[in-house]
């Protein structure tokens, strides 16, 4: 069935592009090799060949638009690498390897298995065979550099297991497991099916077979051990359903599912698939709903204004079958057009939202209670246009677009607001760290404990200059 959704052609802003299917998408998502207009349209070869992108912006040779500062970035931005092609050569610091790419990467980064340099050269053979660990490191036999103090800790830290060999026995609490490779596992985590040692002698055969289950548990055919209270709670906790084999009735104000597992008797022939298996809805009588409702194809009870309002409620659609299309107004085909010919020539939806509800300049309805609130629920964010400004707590910060975030998510790199307030070169630039964080160079405030930790905790490894050496445990 066509909806009023099809019946019109949508007006959208000057930055957004309209989809053959009459929906709008921000232009910056076309041509970037995803389906945003779930149609295709968006990646058209003829729209996205002859697109021209803003003055500010670099237009890569997969016709993609990206910033013009991503260009000699030393960052794959395109998607192609056209963006780095004929670069200058970049000046790394001395705690930093430069890959063939020019992109710029922490030396701990390098000959670790990752791709970080996103072409390789930082996992390249003869570099990485030649490299020297520093003198607090160990060297793996995969020339991985790790901290001494990961040497015969347990953990398979190198990746190929060569820091835990040759290492002496180690003493592990009571209450735990020790695995063959030295590490230290909690015992309940022994004979699960999921490997915790890292060379699976924690699932040994002989070993579980024999293992004794703790009184408050109960020991699976499968030699798993769980909760004693698991047993027959319906639920296939053993992972083989031994713990739900030989189990009572259900109670008499229960209902007892195909899977064996009880529910409220109450639950039986609600409409919802209580059980899992949908057993506690097969068999039901018709179902009446309230006055004020409509009642779903699949026997669900909704809301009697949610019939044609042009969303899924029901969850098989039976609230929108059989609508009238709605009443649209006049429109000038020529003020927005685009690849698509078989759009019918409408304008914009003529709906009137209901009395609590708030209609967003693109004529979309949403609950009045979300006008002002700090979120987009619009999309075109009508809902926060001249809102008075929102008063936040002193751990948060108030945004731009009236939204409160935590403090300690300003100035990290991720765009939090929305609207990238919360990344404000300026208020970055002269904003105070707590007393018990330390200032990175790129104005990140992490705690102070994190300095000189070992780690690159600030992202420009600001937080690892001048530090002592770090002594081996």
Known sequence: MYGYWEMCMVECADSEFRCDNNTCISITRTCDDRNDCDDGSDENEDYCSTRECAEDQFKCDNNRCIRGSYKCDGDNDCGDNSDEIGCPPVECADYEFRCDNNKCISITSTCDGRNDCDNGSDENEDYCSTRECAEDQFKCDNNRCIRGSY??????DCGDNSDEIGCPPVECADYEFRCENNKCISITS????????????????????????????????????????????????????????????????QFKCDNNRCIRGSYKCDG??????????????????AEDQFKCDNNRCIRGSYKCDGDNDCGDNSDEIGCPPKECADYDTNKHTNTSE????????????AEDQFKCDNNRCIRGS?????????????????CPPVECADYEFRCENNKCISITSTCDGRNDCDNGSDENEDYCSTRECAEEQFKCDNNRCISGSYKCDGDNDCGDNSDEIGCPPIVKS
């Not at 040497?151 to 398979?156: S, V």
């Not at 019918?344 to 003529?350: C, L």
């Not at 609130?373 to 999309?379: A, F, S, V």
């Open 272 to 289: 919802d698939n209580d059980c899992g298996d949908n057993s506690d809805e097969i068999g039901c009588p018709p179902r009446e709903c």
């Open 151 to 156: 040497k015969c800790d347990g953990d398979n």
């Open 342 to 353: 078989h759009v019918t020539s409408f304008n914009i939806f003529g709906r009137e939202c």
């Open 370 to 386: 979300y006008k002002c609130d700090g979120d987009n629920d619009c999309g075109d964010n009508s809902d926060e246009i001249g």
């Open 190 to 253: 022994t004979c699960d099916g999921r490997n915790d040692c890292d060379n699976g002698s924690d699932e040994n055969e002989d070993y579980c077979s024999t293992r004794e289950c703790a009184e408050d548990q109960f020991k699976c055919d499968n030699n798993r051990c769980i909760r004693g209270s698991y047993k027959c709670d319906g639920d296939n906790d053993c992972g083989d359903n031994s713990d739900e084999i030989g189990c009572p009735p259900c109670a008499e104000d």
